[in-house]
C-alpha cells in the first residue's frame, strides 16, 4: 500500500529555513519521479519542485528557485525539501507526490506558516 507522510512544518519568520521530509512507503523513492506542490488558502495547488528517478535531475518553480532544494535518502526512503530565505508568499500547505502505476498518490500535507 502507497502511503505518503509528511513532516516538519511549522511557523517561521521570513527569512529563516525549514527541512520538509516526506516518509514513503509501498514503492522506493529512488525508483521514481519525486514531487512536492504547495497550496495557499484560497489557491490551486501549485507544483514547487521534482527530483527524477535517476536523482539526478532536479527542476525548482521559478518562485522558489535558487532558494529550495529537493533531495532524497534512498536509504530511509524519504523525500526533502530544504527551504531557506523563506518569504511570507511561502505559506502555505505543502504536499509530497508521486504517480505510482499510473496513480497519483499525496501526502496529507504539512502547513509552512512564514510571518514575522
Known amino acids: 500500500q502507497v502511503q505518503l507522510v509528511e513532516s516538519g512544518g511549522g511557523l517561521v519568520q521570513p527569512g529563516g529555513s525549514l527541512r520538509l521530509s516526506c516518509a514513503a512507503s509501498?514503492?522506493?523513492?529512488?525508483?521514481?519521479?519525486m514531487k512536492w506542490y504547495r497550496q495557499a488558502p484560497g489557491k490551486e495547488r501549485e507544483w514547487v519542485a521534482s527530483?527524477?528517478?535517476?536523482?539526478?535531475?532536479?527542476t525548482y518553480a521559478d518562485s522558489v528557485k535558487g532558494r529550495f532544494t529537493i533531495s532524497r535518502d534512498s536509504v530511509k526512503n524519504i523525500l526533502d525539501l530544504q527551504m531557506n530565505s523563506l518569504k511570507p508568499e511561502d505559506t502555505a500547505a505543502y504536499f509530497c507526490?508521486?504517480?505510482?502505476?499510473?496513480?497519483?498518490?499525496w501526502g496529507q500535507g504539512t502547513q509552512v506558516t512564514v510571518s514575522s
Open positions: 527530483i527524477s528517478s535517476g536523482g539526478v535531475t532536479r
Open positions: 509501498g514503492f522506493t523513492v529512488s525508483g521514481n519521479v
Open positions: 507526490a508521486v504517480v505510482w502505476r499510473s496513480k497519483t498518490y
